[in-house]
């Protein structure tokens, strides 16, 4: 089980893909805002969660990528303990229908196209954390 970070550190992003420049791309545009950690296989995604002592606020998570790729990584992350409800945003450079509904059929948050932008990717994270925040204040 993950631990809980204090409420005043920055809200932890976990970024996974297997190209490099989108991974430093993600890396630029959040890390004034967020702590961001990235990995470059679905592989090392697991490995990170298996041995992190903190627990992601939120998963960006490519879908194309080998040898695993992010579908298969997410349906292991939702196995493990406290991977259940960690929020997922999914990456990939494909629209196709079939990969949606295998993503939305493990709970994703949302679903971004490459390329994206830096402001659209910051907006939906945002929307993410807000969604959040509201469920966690409507349970108080």
């Known amino acids: 089980m993950f631990p809980i970070i204090g409420a005043n550190s920055k809200k932890r992003i976990l970024a996974v893909d297997d ?9 630029n545009t959040l890390r004034d805002d967020y702590e961001v950690i990235t990995v470059n296989s679905g592989v090392r995604a697991l490995k990170y ?5 903190g ?5 960006l998570l490519d879908i194309q990528m080998s040898p695993k790729d ?21 990456l990939t450079g494909v629209e ?6 295998a993503s939305a059929k493990l709970g994703i948050c949302d ?4 390329p994206f932008s830096a402001e659209e ?3 939906r994270i945002r929307r993410v954390f807000e969604q959040e925040d509201q469920s966690w204040m409507n349970m108080q």
């Open 49 to 53: 969660l298996e041995q992190e002592m």
């Open 55 to 59: 627990r992601p606020d939120l998963i």
């Open 19 to 27: 190209t490099a420049i989108i991974l430093t791309r993600i890396s």
């Open 70 to 90: 992010g579908i298969e990584t997410l349906a292991e992350i939702r196995k493990m303990n406290g991977g259940a409800d960690i929020p997922v945003i999914m």
């Open 111 to 114: 679903y971004l196209l490459k």
């Open 121 to 123: 990717l910051l907006k």
């Open 96 to 101: 196709d229908k079939e990969t949606v509904l």
